[in-house]
């Protein structure tokens, strides 16, 4: 989060660099402000998805309890899984799995269960 943030605060300096007129140069400014605070409540707010239960059942829902529906298909390969949810409200939201964030077993597991389930759906099971 730290180098996105940073990334954020480089584009407002290189603001000043630029030859535009001060209205243009202040509604540029607002957007990289915008997006530097969608960043941080996307990573560290509410939005946040860091915890994930798949139950028997085939219901996802965070560790707060909130119910998630998994948007099919999954991106499923060795290095990364990419999971796609709709929330209650209908709003999208995505998680990215590495063996990096959760370790090499358990992302075997998932990718196994996630095929599995796929082709359970697919044989009408």
Do not use: C, Q, Y
Not at 12 to 27: C, E, Q, V, Y
Not at 39 to 58: E, F, K, N, P
Not at 65 to 86: M, R
């Amino acid at each position: 989060m730290a180098v996105l943030l940073a990334g954020h605060a480089g584009a407002l300096l290189l603001l000043s660099t630029l030859p535009l007129p001060i209205p243009a140069l202040l509604g540029l400014a607002l957007l990289i402000g915008w997006s530097g605070w969608r960043t941080v409540a996307r990573l560290a707010g509410r939005d946040r998805l860091s915890t994930l239960i798949w139950h028997a059942d085939g219901r996802w829902e965070t560790a707060a309890g909130e119910s998630l529906k998994l948007i099919p298909p999954p991106f499923v390969s060795v290095p990364l899984i990419i999971l796609n949810f709709a929330d209650t409200g209908g709003r999208r939201r995505s998680l990215l799995l590495t063996a990096g964030t959760v370790g090499r077993a358990p992302l075997r597991r998932l990718r196994v269960r996630l095929r599995t389930a796929a082709e359970a759906d697919d044989t009408g099971r």
